[in-house]
C-alpha cells in the first residue's frame, strides 16, 4: 500500500472518530510482509510467508481515552470502529496526562536509507542457510546442527492524528543466524552466530556466521564449575548490550514517574564512569530501528543519555514526560492494540580505546562472559542475578570453558566501574561493545 493510500484512510478514519463525538483521536496502520525458512542437515523443515494489516484508533474523549484495533482497513466499518472507541472511553477512569502532541510537519525518511528494494526469493534465503550451515559442520569438533535460519521482512508504518500529523515510513530488514553443536551426550555443547540488518549488504558473510557458530560452539567443550569468587568479569559485546537493556528500563521516564526505578533520583548525577557515553540515535541511517518519528508523530533526533558518566535524559513518550513536567523526546513506541510507551530505538555505548584483549591483559582471576541465562534483575534496586556461561581469565589470557555459575552485583555499583572496549558493532539494535565490570561474585562449586 502506497503512503498516500495509507493516510488517506487515517484521515478518513479520523473524521469518522471526531464525527462520533472524540475530541481528539490518532490512528496507525502498520502492514507487514516476512518470508522465513529453517534447513538442518540439508533439509528445509520450515518455509513460511506471512503478510498482514492491522489498523488501531485512539480517541480522546476530554481526559479518558480508548483503543480499539482490527486486522481490516475497510472504510465501510470505520463509523462502526470510531463509534466502538468513542463509547469505550466514556465510562473509563480519567488520566490527567493524556492527549496529543502539538501538530508538525513529517520528517524526511529518505536520508535513513531504510528500504531495500530487493526482496529475496525461497532460493536465495535457501543459499544463505545452506552455506551458514554448511560452514558450521565443517569446523572440526562439531558434531550436529540445529540449524540455520534465514529471513527477510517488510513494514509499512502510517500515523495520523486529529491534531494535523501525517507521517508514513517503509523498513525492511533481513537477518540470518546458525546453531552448531559440539561434542555427544551429556557433553554436548552448543553456541550460535547471527547477523541482521536493513539492506542485505549489511549482513555478515554466511559462511563466518557458521564458521563463527561452530569454533564457538567447539570452545565450550568440557566445562569445569570453579569455586565462587569475587573476580572483575568481562561481558563480550553480544552480551553486553543486556546491561545497557537494564540501563534503558531504569530511565524509562514510565517507570520513573511511578518511582519505581532505582535511577529515579539520579538525574544530573554521575552514573558511570567519566569516560562513558550512552546515545540513542533513531536518525542512523540503515538502523535496525531508525524512524524518522515516533509513535505519536513527535519527530526524533540523537540524544545523549548519558555523558561524561552523567545521567542526561529520561526516555519520554507525551503521557510520562507530562507526569514529569517535561517534553517529550520522541521516544514513544506503539502498536495498533496497546498506547504508546516510552522505549529506546537505537541505543548504543560509545566504544572505548582499547581492544578486548587489553581490557583483560591486568586480570589475574577473572571471568569472560558468552551467555547470559535468566533474567534476574530488582528495578526497584538494582540488584542483579543471572546465570552464566563463558570463560575463566587467568594471567590476563582466556583459559578453561565454564558452566553453570551465577553472577550477582548491584546495578548501581556495576554502572559506576564499567569499562568498554573497542569493537562496537550496530547489530541488534541495542549495541556495546565489550565491556569490563569489577568486584562482581560469581557462585560456582
Same mark, same amino acid.
Given at each position: 500500500?502506497?503512503?498516500?493510500?495509507?493516510?488517506?484512510?487515517?484521515?478518513?478514519?479520523?473524521?469518522?472518530?471526531?464525527?462520533?463525538? /472524540?475530541?481528539?483521536?490518532?490512528?496507525?496502520?502498520?502492514?507487514?510482509? !516476512?518470508?522465513?525458512?529453517?534447513? #538442518?542437515?540439508? #533439509?528445509?523443515?520450515?518455509?513460511? +510467508?506471512?503478510?498482514? +494489516?492491522?489498523?488501531?484508533? #485512539?480517541?480522546?474523549?476530554?481526559? +479518558?481515552?480508548?483503543?480499539?484495533?482490527?486486522?481490516?482497513?475497510?472504510?465501510?466499518?470505520? /463509523?462502526?470502529?470510531?463509534?466502538?472507541?468513542?463509547?469505550?472511553?466514556?465510562?473509563?477512569?480519567?488520566?490527567?496526562?493524556?492527549?496529543l502532541g502539538l501538530p508538525a510537519m513529517p520528517p524526511d525518511a529518505a536520508p535513513l536509507d531504510l528500504v531495500d528494494p530487493e526482496e529475496p526469493s525461497v532460493a536465495m534465503l535457501i543459499a544463505r542457510a545452506a552455506a551458514a550451515e554448511d560452514a558450521a559442520l565443517a569446523v572440526p569438533g562439531v558434531t550436529n546442527s540445529e540449524g540455520a535460519e534465514a529471513g527477510w521482512g517488510r513494514a509499512e508504518v502510517a500515523?495520523?492524528? !486529529?491534531?494535523?500529523?501525517?507521517?508514513?515510513?517503509? #523498513?525492511?530488514?533481513?537477518?540470518l543466524s546458525a546453531v552448531a553443536l559440539a561434542g555427544s551426550g551429556t557433553d554436548m555443547q552448543r553456541d550460535y552466530d547471527y547477523s541482521s540488518g536493513v539492506h542485505l549488504a549489511d549482513l555478515e558473510d554466511p559462511a563466518v556466521i557458521g564458521a563463527n557458530a561452530g569454533r564457538r560452539a567447539v570452545a565450550r567443550l568440557n566445562p569445569r564449575r570453579p569455586p565462587t569468587a569475587r573476580l572483575p568479569v568481562i561481558y563480550e559485546a553480544r552480551v553486553a548490550g543486556s546491561l545497557l537493556g537494564h540501563f534503558a528500563a531504569a530511565i524509562n521516564g514510565a517507570t520513573v514517574a511511578r518511582g519505581t526505578s532505582f535511577l529515579k533520583d539520579r538525574m544530573g548525577s554521575a552514573v558511570f564512569g567519566q569516560s562513558i557515553t550512552i546515545r540513542d540515535d533513531p536518525t542512523r541511517p540503515r538502523g535496525l530501528r531508525s524512524r524518522p518519528f515516533d509513535g505519536e508523530g513527535i519527530a526524533t533526533a540523537e540524544q545523549a543519555l548519558v555523558e561524561n558518566g552523567t545521567l542526561r535524559s529520561w526516555i519520554l513518550d507525551l503521557a510520562s514526560a507530562r507526569q514529569l513536567g517535561l517534553a517529550s523526546n520522541g521516544h514513544a513506541a506503539r502498536g495498533t492494540s496497546g498506547p504508546p510507551q516510552p522505549a529506546p530505538s537505537n541505543l548504543y555505548l560509545a566504544p572505548g580505546s582499547v581492544s578486548p584483549e587489553a581490557l583483560m591483559a591486568d586480570i589475574g582471576e577473572g571471568l569472560l562472559v558468552s551467555e547470559l541465562i535468566g533474567m534476574g534483575v530488582n528495578g526497584i534496586t538494582g540488584d542483579y542475578s543471572r546465570?552464566?556461561?563463558?570463560?575463566?581469565?587467568?594471567?590476563? /589470557?582466556?583459559?578453561?570453558?565454564?558452566? @553453570?555459575?551465577?553472577?550477582?552485583?548491584?546495578?548501581?555499583?556495576?554502572?559506576?566501574?564499567?569499562?568498554? /572496549?573497542?569493537?562496537?558493532?550496530?547489530?541488534?539494535?541495542?549495541?556495546?561493545?565489550?565491556?569490563?565490570? @569489577?568486584?562482581?561474585?560469581?557462585?560456582?562449586s
Open positions: 500500500m502506497s503512503g498516500a493510500v495509507a493516510l488517506d484512510l487515517l484521515t478518513d478514519l479520523l473524521a469518522k472518530a471526531k464525527a462520533a463525538g /472524540a475530541d481528539e483521536a490518532d490512528a496507525v496502520l502498520v502492514g507487514n510482509a !516476512s518470508l522465513s525458512l529453517a534447513r #538442518r542437515l540439508g #533439509r528445509v523443515e520450515h518455509l513460511e +510467508r506471512a503478510e498482514s +494489516r492491522d489498523l488501531g484508533l #485512539r480517541v480522546f474523549v476530554g481526559k +479518558r481515552a480508548a483503543i480499539v484495533s482490527t486486522g481490516r482497513a475497510e472504510p465501510a466499518e470505520f /463509523a462502526a470502529l470510531a463509534a466502538k472507541a468513542v463509547a469505550m472511553a466514556r465510562v473509563v477512569p480519567e488520566d490527567p496526562h493524556l492527549g500515523l495520523a492524528t !486529529s491534531a494535523g500529523f501525517a507521517g508514513f515510513y517503509v #523498513r525492511t530488514s533481513h537477518s546465570g552464566a556461561a563463558g570463560f575463566m581469565i587467568r594471567r590476563g /589470557a582466556i583459559a578453561e570453558p565454564v558452566a @553453570e555459575i551465577t553472577i550477582a552485583g548491584n546495578l548501581v555499583d556495576m554502572f559506576a566501574t564499567l569499562a568498554p /572496549a573497542d569493537d562496537l558493532l550496530f547489530r541488534r539494535g541495542i549495541d556495546s561493545p565489550s565491556v569490563r565490570v @569489577e568486584g562482581m561474585t560469581m557462585a560456582g
